[in-house]
């Protein structure tokens, strides 16, 4: 039998996550030998399967107004355990990082006097909100949830491309991909120990419930959400349903003397924990946009005189803006006194006038970013412009250095993606998703993979055209053997013990899935707020 | 050394009430080496939830909200305060002093440019002149105040808080607060650190103790010559002993004297009314 990946090989110029210079890598083995297994038709009918079920169940973005779908890849996205363990030290140590940092922007400000950042850095962002000075939440944690975007470069090493410590989204496909791909292909999934993703909403709730206001024992935690119409609502009232508390609009809330209460049934009850889903300048009328319905009045009153706890934090922009993102490493060395375990991708300031001078010669080779842009908008990646566009960008910059960062193209790496039938590399990022409670940074194993579907389209990113591939963080033994195994104790959900298989053969896990598959019969919103990956080749300068 | 009396009384009457407000008010003189607020009060009719906090820029804050139906909405703020402003001078500091890295680091906040306090080009302008001619950064201030003094005619209803300082060049009419904006405006826009004080001025240089005056809500300015130096634009005089400071910062929206939100439809008409009293 011919199998569909025959043909495939990776492009000469970046890193392919199944093939490599020796052949096929250890984390896609398996993947692609039970693949090969079934006839090519008969994965392609799956392929079609798990597009068409996405798209009636509604799961799609929307581009201006326009539904589109969001498709699943057959192929999944391998990480093995030891490569995963890297990634999951980094992004907890960046967390802890950013969290020192806001505690710092938002207290005494030792990062200004030590000179680690400039101070002006900082106030000339529209996201440090001065509101947000002295106000201590209750454990510490800022953060409470955070998506960070890393890339795999040319030599498969994953780097930091953007931090997400506002209001990250995503994490609902992350859960809905699971269930999809365990049912589209099950001879695959069960020979595989993958570490579950399915405790996201309980770890999320405890984190929630560590942050209450002192003194609550039993606190109320409610997820705050801007209403249908916003782009990722499906998510909202997911992660509500699934940690079992309310999902509540801005016109729910009632504050009343320093205290927020949430109308019900059965009256007033008292709010003590709110997931904000809600930009914050919409939070609090009183204090931020007047004209904000999204919010209610009196919620700062409330944050400050400790009878609620907002998370994440009011504030956190300053922390994942482009060019505090430049400074990460320093912030890494200079709170934790320690090496950054997951680099970044190398950054010139073009406020710095040798930078500036180095980047203007090689505009052609670069890619550049303005600041404050937000959802990809304004970057201008070098090798694909025209002169035209380069000699408008040298006007630009030279007006206002300080808007801009210019970092090398990086090559994303590939993973094979059925198109038309047959396995096409395509580049894809990865976003994981960590929770703060406190005491410990949990990193969800796995994370968003989104893949760029056209052919060498080098944004990776929904609105041009992007899908998502389920993404297996292999335990330690990650392939099961072919002899039959003693069955391993099957784990509690919500305890992902590293090892420890839990997989769809568990019954508690199956009822589940067919629990969640039910309750998943919504119309679904839009995948990742859009934003571009930057790829192609190029060289640093 | 001056010991005043300040009871400010503001608030709103609502064409169609309102059903709840939230509100901040800055009005509680603050304590520097050279005044010591003694005694301050907020009151708040009807019956308020208040909390009250030091801000970013360190001004006294009480945060206040009003569950209840309401026709009308009264603050009073009573403070006592001692003042005891000495002459200051300038420690000249040059150019280069400004233009230190460090400095401009430290000082950044004092510094940005643009928004409320956007002198408009015509007197950047002015204040670039002036500067290029001044051996020391101190002598372009007085120059500039004289220039904003002379375009800008004390009219009182012409412009709002809301009113950008070249609106107010442009209409050649403003308040003490748009004389404030411009002149921070253009010290800014040749390098000087400039900020907008807050406070209250008592109108009468010799006042009968214990009587009660009419006073205002004022503003003037402070700028930077190696210490924080004042001056009152719309008076042409140096603040004394009858100034007395709120709080500091960029520009009016960083202290206003109050802010904040209702429930409910109709017209709002604020009303503010300061009466001062020396005691001492």
Redesign the interface.
């Known amino acids: 039998m011919t199998g569909l990946f025959d043909d495939y090989a990776g492009p000469p110029d970046a890193f392919d996550e199944m093939i490599g210079p020796d052949g096929i890598r250890g984390a896609y083995a398996a993947v692609r030998s039970y693949m090969d297994r079934l006839a090519p038709d008969e994965i392609r009918a799956r392929a079609d399967y798990l597009k068409s079920s996405y798209l009636y169940q509604g799961v799609t973005f929307d581009i201006g107004g326009e539904e589109r779908p969001f498709p699943l890849d057959i192929v999944p996205r391998v990480i093995e355990a030891a490569e995963w363990s890297v990634v999951e030290q980094g992004v907890a140590q960046r967390v802890q990082a950013l969290e020192k940092f806001l505690g710092d922007v938002y207290g005494p400000g030792e990062v200004?006097r030590d000179g680690v950042v400039?101070?002006?850095v900082v106030?000339?962002s529209p996201h440090f909100h001065?509101?947000m000075?002295?106000i201590q939440p209750p454990n510490g944690v800022r953060v409470h949830v955070s998506g960070i975007d890393l890339v795999r470069d040319g030599e498969g090493r994953f780097r930091v491309l953007e931090d997400n410590v506002r209001i990250p989204s995503g994490v609902s496909y992350v859960m809905t991909n699971r269930r999809a791909m365990f049912s589209a292909l099950p001879e695959v999934t069960s020979r595989h120990r993958i570490r579950a993703v399915e405790s996201y909403p309980q770890r999320l709730l405890a984190a929630l419930q560590a942050c209450a206001p002192k003194g609550i024992s039993d606190p109320n935690v409610v997820v705050l959400t801007p209403g249908v119409y916003n782009s990722a609502y499906f998510e909202h009232t997911l992660l509500a349903r699934m940690m079992g508390v309310e999902l509540v609009e801005g016109r729910d809330l009632v504050?009343?003397?320093?205290e927020v209460l949430v109308r019900t049934t059965r009256g007033l009850r008292p709010v003590h924990v709110i997931y904000k889903r809600v930009d914050d300048e919409f939070v609090d009328?009183?204090h931020f946009r007047?004209d904000s319905m999204l919010g209610c009045?009196?919620l700062m009153?409330a944050y400050?005189?400790g009878n609620v706890t907002i998370a994440n934090a009011v504030g956190n922009g300053v922390a994942d803006d482009k060019l505090i993102y430049t400074y990460v490493p320093d912030l890494i060395r200079y709170y934790l006194g320690a090496e950054p375990i997951l680099p970044a991708v190398d950054t010139w300031r073009l406020e710095d006038p040798v930078h500036r001078e180095l980047v203007l010669d090689r505009l052609s080779e670069l890619v550049l970013k303005p600041v404050d842009g937000s959802g990809g908008k304004g970057i201008v990646i070098g090798p694909a412009a025209d002169e035209k566009t380069l000699a408008r960008l040298r006007r630009t910059i030279l007006k206002n250095p300080r808007g801009w960062i210019a970092q090398p193209v990086v090559q994303l790496s590939t993973v094979p993606t059925m198109i038309d039938g047959t396995m096409a590399p395509r580049h894809v990022d990865l976003r994981p998703f960590a929770v703060n409670d406190g005491s410990n940074v949990f990193v969800l194993p796995g994370g968003l993979t989104r893949v760029a579907l056209p052919e060498g389209e080098l944004i990776v990113n929904s609105s041009q055209g992007g899908g998502s591939k389920d993404t297996w963080v292999l335990a330690r033994d990650g392939i099961r053997g072919r002899k039959a195994k003693k069955q391993p104790r099957v784990s509690v959900r919500g305890v992902p013990v590293e090892g420890v298989e839990i997989t769809q053969a568990s019954p508690v896990e199956h009822q589940q899935q067919q629990q969640q598959q039910q309750q998943q019969q919504q119309r679904v919103g839009p995948p990742v707020a859009g934003r571009a990956a930057t790829c192609g080749r190029g060289a640093p300068c | 050394m001056n010991r005043l009396q300040i009871v400010h009384t503001t608030g709103y009457r609502y064409s169609e009430g309102a059903a709840t407000s939230f509100n901040e008010v800055r009005m509680t003189p603050r304590t520097t080496r050279e005044q010591f607020a003694r005694f301050w009060r907020v009151e708040v009719s009807p019956q308020a939830w208040t909390h009250t906090y030091t801000d970013y820029w360190g001004t006294q804050v009480t945060a206040f909200e009003v569950d209840e139906r309401h026709e009308r909405l009264k603050v009073v703020a009573t403070s006592t305060v001692e003042v005891d402003r000495q002459a200051h001078e300038g420690k000249r500091v040059t150019w280069e002093d400004l233009r230190a890295p460090q400095f401009t680091e430290d000082m950044v906040e004092s510094l940005v440019f643009g928004g409320h306090t956007d002198p408009g080009p015509e007197l950047t302008s002015i204040a670039k002149r002036v500067a290029k001619e001044a051996e020391t950064p101190a002598e372009v201030v007085a120059p500039v105040i004289a220039a904003v003094r002379e375009h800008v005619r004390y009219v009182k209803g012409v412009t709002r808080v809301q009113t950008r300082a070249f609106e107010a060049w442009e209409a050649g009419a403003g308040v003490c607060q748009d004389m404030v904006h411009l002149t921070v405006g253009a010290l800014r826009s040749v390098g000087i650190p400039a900020q907008y004080v807050s406070g209250y001025v008592m109108p009468s240089r010799d006042p009968v103790v214990g009587e009660a005056v009419v006073g205002e809500s004022h503003s003037w300015v402070q700028w930077w010559d190696g210490a924080w130096l004042a001056y009152d634009p719309a008076n042409d005089v140096v603040p004394g002993n009858y100034h007395v400071e709120v709080g500091v910062g960029r520009d009016y929206s960083d202290v206003p004297p109050l802010k904040g939100v209702y429930a409910g439809g109709g017209e709002s008409d604020m009303y503010v009314q300061v009466e001062m009293t020396q005691l001492a």
């Not at chain 1, 504050?255 to 320093?258: E, I």
């Open positions: 200004f400039p101070r002006r106030v000339s001065r509101i000075h002295g504050c009343r003397a320093g009328p009183a007047a009045a009196g009153n400050r005189a």
